[in-house]
T-cell receptor, first 111, second 117 residues
């Protein structure tokens, strides 16, 4: 089955700096890679996603890149703000089957 | 984006009682909903896939008689934790994908914090 590894587990950045979170997956048949932001006591919120036929996708300060050959994908947040502080999860899915989540990254943006 | 409503947000119950959690898709229909469990500072673990009009599919290690799932309509799935014990205390989250959607976007409810005394 699919296995998703995510790192770092914690990340502290200064406000205004960029943050990068990386994930690797094991199943080469996986074709959908969403990223979720989870605040304390709340459910995950989809922030961006990418399909396997695309190498990069951007939405304002957030971007995701995908390297199918290496089976890894990354989340990039630019100009970080304190409200970006949360837990971020990557996930991988094969053919609308079910999402497999990474372990999560605690992002702290220091003002 | 699509809205998934989960209720209650928090419940405290005595050991041995049963607790029902509701998951509703407010502005779309979903033939499939998913139930996850999350322990503090851990990732989401899929418990079961809820299928409208049929039996749920449980992940390995999840007791189907312990966690009863009913998906009676295209907008509602319920999870009942039967004879709850302190070790069942956890954050339970549901998710749903719009029926017939050409993309794969999965939307989550706000979660239910279950505390069993």
């Amino acid at each position: 089955g699919e296995n998703v590894e995510q790192h770092p587990s914690t990340l502290s950045v200064q406000e205004g700096d960029s943050a990068v979170i990386k994930c690797t997956y094991s199943d080469s048949a996986s074709n959908y890679f969403p990223w979720y932001k989870q605040e304390l006591g709340k459910g995950p919120q989809l922030i961006i996603d990418i399909r396997s036929n695309v190498g990069e996708k951007k939405d304002q300060r957030i971007a995701v890149t995908l390297n199918k050959t290496a089976k890894h994908f990354s989340l990039h947040i630019t100009e970080t703000q304190p409200e970006d502080s949360a837990v971020y999860f990557c996930a991988a899915e094969r053919l609308k089957n079910k999402l497999v989540f990474g372990a999560g990254t605690i992002l702290r943006v220091k003002s | 984006g699509a809205v998934v409503s989960q209720h209650p947000s928090r419940v405290i119950c005595k050991s041995g009682t049963s607790v029902k959690i509701e998951c509703r898709s407010l502005d779309f229909q979903a033939t499939t909903m998913f139930w996850y469990r999350q322990f503090p500072k851990q990732s989401l673990m899929l418990m079961a896939t809820s299928n409208e009009g049929s039996k749920a599919t449980y992940e390995q290690g999840v007791e189907k008689d312990k966690f009863l799932i009913n998906h009676a309509s295209l907008t509602l799935s319920t999870l009942t934790v039967t004879s709850a014990h302190p070790e069942d205390s956890s954050f339970y989250i549901c998710s749903a994908r719009p029926q017939g959607a050409t993309n794969e976007k999965l939307f989550f409810g706000s979660g239910t914090q279950l505390s069993v005394l």
